[in-house]
């Protein structure tokens, strides 16, 4: 039996274990790519991976419906273990309904405690800013020392509107952006990738995995880990190359080249580490392109 | 099914250039000119709505639209005087569409300088169905200007469109579009609208498919990048 299955039956009974079990399959319900929790998960893995880039420390990891009562997200690092409840509705209170939130919350804590768990926190995220601040300052005692309340936005389903009418998620996106001032179509595309990633993570994994994996499977959006030193991908020969061009500005930021001219705009579709630059690179040294036109025909 | 809208039924000329289109399947030549009229027909469409400003027009398309239905409108535009209103921005759409999320990255861009203010958008597009591409498109352009009203303009849209589209929009953005199109379709099969432009755009115009019509450089784009900057070597052969 699983240790987390074990402890809530040891700690809590069998009734418990099985409406946490009950809980976590009534959390695949709604349509994937439009569900908030899909949409929470991938943002979250996003600010995780924006507060460690460039850190030499291990990762903290992801993870969706997990077993458990406050079980919507998880994220553990080596310091903490925050656990996530997410409520995209228009009224709910810590003392409702058959299973109140308090219980809930205080059972997680109970049971993350007693598993060693470091630093348990239990957060409740909702998708209306007045019933985070109604709920915020109502939270019981019992469990007011290990929890919050956060708000973040649905967009009513869509990514694109989510990302439009929130400032603050365009913040921590842009910081993932493969580009430097990315537009907001781009953010858009950062959050979608991460969600779709996150369906090939059922069980979760390590936040720098999931963005690596996101990378490779869809490398139009996101900055690159591979690349923490641009100029040991370059070629010789190459930026002398480009220097012939007529018109033709470029650059290398976030592990990506990027070029523009006369209008046109690129950024190379792979970041530099990757042999589809290397094959580009060595094209544009051996034909010595003078125009845009030469240039473009050398693009992949 | 399909049903014209208005603006189908008082041009029964371009209902017919529409209806047209799915019997072009293998004369990419003629699909490309009949676009072309298309595009015609669509400025006219539009024309009323622009005469009385003094806006900048600023048109959106994509790679696979610009040198036919693109340039039809723009051609018209540019006849009836507009000629120094009008920006082009084009785009270079890839495609990423599963487990119900729709992705269209902009992989390439060509862009006019556009002002800041009093700027119209016309949002061109051969067939809207799932708005994916129209909507990265004008999330695209509204990341660098606040437009003054947005036309999307397209021969044949898959009904319901206009509100998938709407739903992917702020109300601030979503109240300002005003819909250009000739037929109204209802039926799919797989990703194709029935009967829709007759299939795949980029197929039927000899593009290629999704992955290969991003190789193209329009006419259009090479004609307009000399003549806006300054390229006088370019190439636009």
Redesign the interface.
């Known amino acids: 039996m699983d240790p987390v299955k074990n402890k809530i039956a040891e700690i809590l009974g069998a009734d418990a274990l099985k409406y946490a079990q009950n809980k976590k399959k009534g959390g695949d319900n709604g349509k994937k790519g439009t569900r908030y929790e899909d949409f929470y998960l991938a943002y979250r893995a996003a600010e995780v991976a924006v507060s460690y880039l460039g850190k030499p420390v291990p990762w903290p990891s992801i993870h969706g419906q997990v077993l458990g009562f406050v079980d919507d997200v998880v994220v553990r690092s080596g310091e903490k273990t925050e656990y996530s409840q997410l409520k995209n509705v228009k009224t709910i209170g810590w003392q409702t309904g058959d299973h109140p939130l308090e219980t809930d919350f205080r059972y997680q804590f109970q049971v993350a405690t007693a598993l060693g768990e470091p630093t348990p926190l239990t957060d409740l995220v909702v998708s209306r800013e007045e019933l985070k601040t109604a709920l915020g300052v109502a939270i019981p005692d019992s469990i007011i020392d290990h929890t919050a309340v956060k708000y973040f936005p649905y967009g009513d389903g869509s990514i694109n509107r989510l990302i439009l009418e929130n400032p603050e998620l365009q913040k921590v996106l842009a910081q993932l952006s493969k580009k430097l001032n990315p537009t907001l179509d781009e953010l858009e595309g950062v959050l979608g990738v991460l969600v779709l990633t996150g369906f090939h993570y059922p069980d979760g994994g390590s936040v720098d995995e999931i963005i690596r994996a996101t990378s490779k499977i869809h490398p139009n959006y996101l900055c690159s880990l591979n690349v923490a030193d641009v100029k040991q991908f370059i070629l010789p020969g190459f930026e002398n190359a480009l220097a012939g061009i007529t018109g033709l500005a470029y650059a290398f930021q976030k592990g990506f080249f990027s070029w523009t001219a006369f209008g046109m705009s690129e950024t190379f579709g792979t970041d530099c580490s990757t042999q589809q630059f290397a094959d580009f690179q060595n094209q544009v040294v051996h034909r010595q392109p003078m125009t845009i036109d030469d240039f473009e025909g050398l693009l992949p | 099914m399909r049903k014209f809208s208005a603006l189908g039924k008082a041009d029964p000329q371009a209902a017919d250039l529409v209806n047209g289109l799915s019997g072009l399947k293998d004369d990419p030549a003629k699909y490309r000119n009949q676009m072309f009229l298309i595009g015609n027909h669509l400025a006219d469409a539009v024309l009323p709505h622009l005469r009385n400003v003094k806006s900048q027009i600023c048109v959106f398309c994509t790679v696979e639209d610009a040198d036919f239905l693109a340039r039809g409108l723009i051609e018209r535009l540019e006849q009836q005087g507009l000629a120094e209103r009008i920006r082009l921005i084009c785009l270079w759409n890839?495609k990423?569409k599963?487990?119900?999320?729709s992705?269209s990255?902009?992989?390439?861009?060509?862009?006019?300088t556009i002002a800041a203010e009093r700027t119209d958008f016309i949002i061109v597009k051969s067939i809207i169905s799932g708005a994916c591409v129209v909507?990265?498109?004008l999330?695209?352009a509204?990341?660098?200007v606040k437009p003054s009203r947005i036309f999307v303009a397209a021969p044949v849209m898959l009904s319901g469109a206009e509100g998938r589209l709407a739903?992917?929009?702020?109300s601030d953005?979503s109240q300002r579009f005003e819909f250009i199109h000739f037929a109204d379709d209802t039926e799919k099969n797989g990703d194709d609208v029935i009967p829709g432009i007759g299939g795949s755009v980029y197929e039927l115009l000899g593009l290629g498919n999704s992955v290969t019509k991003n190789?193209y450089?329009p006419k259009l784009?090479?004609e307009?990048?000399?003549k806006?900057?300054g390229?006088a070597?370019?190439?636009v052969a």
């Open positions: 890839g990423i599963e487990e119900g999320v992705l990255p902009i992989l390439r861009e060509y862009k006019e909507k990265t498109n999330t695209r509204i990341s660098v739903h992917e929009f702020p953005i190789h450089v784009v090479k307009r990048r000399s806006y900057f390229a070597d370019l190439a």
